[in-house]
């Protein structure tokens, strides 16, 4: 009998919980900065370390997921996140400081870091038989999680009175992804046959390209998450309203991270697609530049069209160089632990912008820029480049030194 089977209708339930957990941490910050900043006497920067710190330890997690895995295994590992995420989500309708809001940021980015780098393991050996639907499950809950902490965090902080209130209340998936984890059966091992290490790959340039590419591709999800809705009630719209344009966007990054596998299954050639993706970013967020007023709700679901299509197509441009699976999961883990730590920037730097200019524009112009530069870089990956990364393939077997 498959596990796909065994692990039942507990085992879907635990997959979709753990992904609806994995952005509320975010995305409930956004809406309810403007009044977080009041309480605390937190500046633009620092309130932005709220957004960057949990994807700083994305980041480097991800660069540690082997050792992750064969030091704690899949269960232990997965209950740990989930308790991280709780206490984080607890700790925020209890105090009402700047510091202690930043260190409940570390922990829930710790949780959310735990959980996203065992997961995929989870899914390859408890949904044998059924990876690619439990991979769309996982990536749709993941993402509409995030869509629904911003929707529903400003009207819960509206109705009683107090923002906090809009932060602890994700403490109850949390809860529930933890009562789930209990019910399922671990078997894993607690270490791995062969580990390799993203290190494999810290000399390559192609490597770092990747890297730097993922990492600016993806630049303006953290931009949009940490500012849209700061940025929307400046120009007078309610927090509920300017939180709803987050969950609007979800719907759009939903749409294309399960399309978008159909067709890159079809095209070997991955830049037409990425060239699409990334010119319904820019044409986003040139919207959100010049004319953000006019009609918001097609800028905001052109970037998260472009930001979901990139994510995933990214991602197979990464594994696309290498055929043997050990060492394609450890350039993915590379890419993508560089590419987050990349990503982990732009609160930061939209907040100083911010301070600096006094408005988001110089935010929005970064961002239109980089994806011009990402436009351009998309030409150097086509297929054929794949076989001139002679360190590529000769770490890896079964490329026999050439693709």
């Known amino acids: 009998m498959h596990k796909v089977e065994r692990v039942g209708v507990v085992g879907w339930l635990l997959l979709l919980a753990l992904g609806l ?4 941490i975010l995305t409930s910050i956004s809406p309810l900065l403007d009044d977080i900043r009041v309480d605390t006497a937190m500046s633009f920067q620092v309130a932005a370390l709220l957004t960057t710190l949990p994807v700083i330890c994305i980041g480097l997690v991800a660069l540690c997921g082997a050792w992750v895995e064969a030091r704690l295994g ?43 780098v065992l997961v995929p393991g989870m899914i390859k050996r408890q949904f044998v038989g059924g990876v690619a639907l439990a991979m769309g499950v996982y990536s ?3 993402m509409g999680g995030g869509g629904l902490a911003a929707l529903i965090s400003p009207r819960l902080a509206h109705s009683f009175g107090h923002w906090q209130v809009g932060l602890w209340v994700w403490l109850i998936p949390a809860l529930l992804a933890f009562v789930l984890w209990l019910k399922m ?22 490597a770092w390209a990747l890297a730097v590419y993922f990492g600016f591709c993806n630049w303006g999800f953290m931009t949009v998450v940490a500012w849209l809705p700061a940025y929307y009630q400046q120009l007078g719209w309610t927090q509920q309203a300017s939180g709803a344009l987050l969950a609007w966007m979800t719907i759009f990054q939903v749409t294309a991270a399960l399309s978008m596998p159909v067709l890159a299954h079809r095209i070997q050639d991955r830049r037409p ?8 970013q820019l044409m986003g967020f040139s919207g959100l530049l010049f004319a953000p007023l ?25 594994m696309d160089h290498l055929h043997e699976p050990r060492l394609a999961g450890q350039l993915a883990a590379f890419v993508q632990g560089f590419g987050f730590l990349i990503n982990a920037l732009a609160p930061s730097l939209g907040g100083l912008l911010r301070e600096v200019t006094g408005s988001f524009h110089s935010t929005w112009q970064f961002t239109v820029l980089s994806l011009l530069a990402m436009l351009l870089m998309t030409l150097r990956f086509s297929p054929a480049s794949y076989s001139r990364i002679g360190a590529f393939n000769a770490l890896s077997p079964a490329h026999g030194g050439q693709r």
């Open 21 to 24: 957990n994995l952005r509320p």
């Open 74 to 116: 899949e269960g232990r590992g997965i209950a740990l996140g989930l308790l991280c995420i709780l206490f984080a989500c607890l700790s925020r309708g209890l105090i009402a400081d700047g510091n202690l809001l930043l260190m409940s940021a570390l922990l829930g980015g710790l949780g959310i870091a735990l959980i996203q």
């Open 140 to 142: 749709a809950s993941l």
């Open 185 to 206: 059966p671990w078997h894993t091992p607690h270490s791995l046959a062969q580990k390799l290490s993203w290190k494999t790959f810290i000399g390559n340039r192609r």
């Open 273 to 280: 697609l990425l060239g699409v993706s990334l010119l319904a």
């Open 294 to 318: 006019l009609a918001p709700a097609v800028w905001v679901g052109l970037i998260g069209f472009g930001l979901g299509a990139c994510f995933v197509l990214c991602l197979l441009l990464s």
